[in-house]
């Protein structure tokens, strides 16, 4: 497989210039314009571009500015949903885990084992819940049709294995534990990269830096960010697919945010653990801690579910009850306590919530709406990642009916990411490049024209001069921060961001300074 700046799958700055040109001279029909450039509005668009339709997607960041880059990177199979009795959403998140895992992403997401270790303060229906929980886990990937081979059976394991699998477990009274798999992505961001690219193969036009406002079901104002352009844009329909910012494009939706929180740490704090450290909420039937293995040698420790009224910013912060809740609920099952000073970063991300006026935000459903608007605008909230595929193809079908628009039949079940295909060579090559690029990782190389493609962009941080390259000609990053914080992840860790500015720099035109995520004051 080659490509190269001009290919189909290509994004980047004069591919964005030269399509805005043709849109606002008036001279292309559109059928389709998609509001939003997270997982839930590229996959939007690969749906449409891939039956036929002349589709528009504009974003007024970058891809995967919001949710979709602050996730747990887990591909769910569902079965918190299936513990809480919503087994419509349990099966479909292992039917689309499958679906990524076997046949349109295998390169972006593999099997995790998840270990709950049975400690002394877990009961006996707390373990009966737990093992039962696994079992039914393991009926949902067999109703899936996930094989063994992609999802191994969840196993009793015993306490040398947990030890192993997790070095810095409690071991006193340590009696084993289970192990349950599940999906992981390399990366959630890549991940919504390598729809929008596979989009843009498929014909659809993919623009950053473009927002959109006066939105209706038929037409839309978009202003060029960088230039400060602007015109109206026609569409036989329109779709908004903002996620928590849905409400600022239709006043009518009502949503109610909940922020989960995540703390950066470096792999060696946990003892470079393979398995995601699996720990019972205290009081809850079905939530947990993680501390799960990443890339770049991090863990990330999470997850916290706290409600997130007002105003909506463009990147949400942690709270110091959250960092402090993480940190005591997976102390009590560690040798070795992990404090404040072992964070080396954190994140947050909203969940665009449908309010449904009451409970904890834990306890909202996760299931997805598709809403229309008296103008006619489409909007599509809630939902998960996991379900990113069928909530598009869910959502194009019920505005193709409402428009009465004919298209071909969904494909995307069977249609390959950019990167699925096997790659022809992979000899000589890191296994994290080929976890990130599957088989574009060799050209990620053989196109770059910078000085020491190979070079790491600073000590001790995996990345390579030609990935910052690439993610400039190839993958539509237009400043140093697409570049260091949403195509390769480095800006996780602030202190590491600020080693790679001047590196990012070279290698975008006008780069602007990145408004890396930091910890509150502590």
């Known amino acids: 497989m080659t490509t190269s700046p001009s290919s189909p799958t290509a994004l980047n700055g004069a591919r964005r210039s030269r399509e805005l040109a043709e849109l606002a001279d008036g001279q292309t029909s559109v059928d389709v314009v998609v509001i939003g450039g997270g997982i839930t509005g590229v996959g939007i668009a690969l ?33 918190r949903y299936l513990a809480s009795g919503n087994v419509g959403i349990a099966h479909r998140s292992a039917v689309e885990r499958g679906i990524l895992m076997t046949r349109t992403a295998p390169h972006l997401v593999r099997p995790l084992a998840q ?9 006996r229906f707390d373990r009966a819940l737990v093992r039962f929980g696994f079992l039914a886990g393991g009926v949902l990937r067999v109703a899936a049709r996930t094989p063994r081979s992609v999802l191994p059976s969840a196993r009793r394991v015993d306490a040398a294995t947990v030890i192993s699998l997790s070095p810095t477990v409690r071991r006193e009274g340590l009696d ?38 006066d939105a209706t079901g038929t037409s839309v104002h978009l202003t060029d960010e960088l230039t400060g352009d602007s015109f109206t844009l026609a569409a036989k329909t329109v779709i908004n697919a903002t996620g928590v910012w849905a409400g600022e494009v239709d006043a009518s939706i009502a949503l109610r945010p909940s922020r989960g929180t ?38 990330y420790l999470g997850l916290t579910d706290e409600e997130a009224p007002g105003p909506i910013p463009d990147e ?17 099952a560690l040798d070795v306590q992990v404090s404040r000073a072992d964070v080396r970063g954190a994140f947050a991300g909203l969940r665009p919530l449908i309010d449904t006026g009451s409970g904890h935000t834990a306890d909202v459903s996760r299931d997805h709406a598709v809403l229309e608007a008296p103008n006619g605008l489409i909007t599509v909230v809630g939902g998960k990642l996991t379900e990113y595929r069928y909530m598009a193809q869910d959502t194009l079908d019920q505005a193709l009916r409402l428009r009465g628009i004919s298209a071909r039949p969904c494909r995307t079940r069977d249609l390959p990411l950019v990167g699925a295909d096997s790659p022809a060579v992979t000899d000589g090559l890191p296994p994290s490049l080929i976890a990130r690029y599957g088989s574009e990782a060799r050209i990620v190389f053989e196109l770059a024209t910078c000085s020491r493609p190979a070079d790491q962009v600073a000590d001790g941080i ?15 990053a237009l400043n140093s921060s697409d570049i260091i914080d949403r ?27 990145p408004q890396h995520q930091s910890l509150p004051p502590g």
């Open 462 to 476: 995996d990345v390579t001069r030609a990935e910052f390259e690439f993610a400039v000609t190839h993958e539509g």
């Open 487 to 513: 195509r390769t992840r480095i800006g996780l860790v602030p202190e590491d961001a600020e080693r790679v500015q001047a590196v990012a720099a070279e290698f975008v035109d006008g780069s602007t300074t």
């Open 115 to 123: 270990l709950v270790p049975l400690l002394p303060g877990m009961g």
């Open 262 to 299: 995540h703390l950066v740490f470096d792999a060696e704090t946990f003892g470079n653990p393979t398995a995601a450290l699996t720990v019972p909420i205290p009081g809850t039937t079905n939530r947990f801690v993680f501390v799960m293995p990443e890339q770049l040698g991090r863990v």
């Open 176 to 213: 084993g534990g289970y192990v349950n798999y599940d999906g992981q992505l390399i990366d959630d961001a890549r991940l919504v990269v390598a729809v929008a690219r596979t989009a843009a193969a498929q014909g659809a036009k993919i623009l950053t830096r473009v927002r959109a406002s």
């Open 47 to 79: 749906d449409a571009a891939s039956r036929g339709l002349n589709t528009v997607l504009v974003e007024a960041q970058d891809l995967a500015f919001g949710t979709s880059r602050w996730s747990s990177k887990l591909v769910h199979g569902g079965l």
């Open 316 to 332: 949400p912060e942690p709270s110091e009850s959250e960092i402090a809740f993480l940190l005591d609920t997976i102390n009590t």
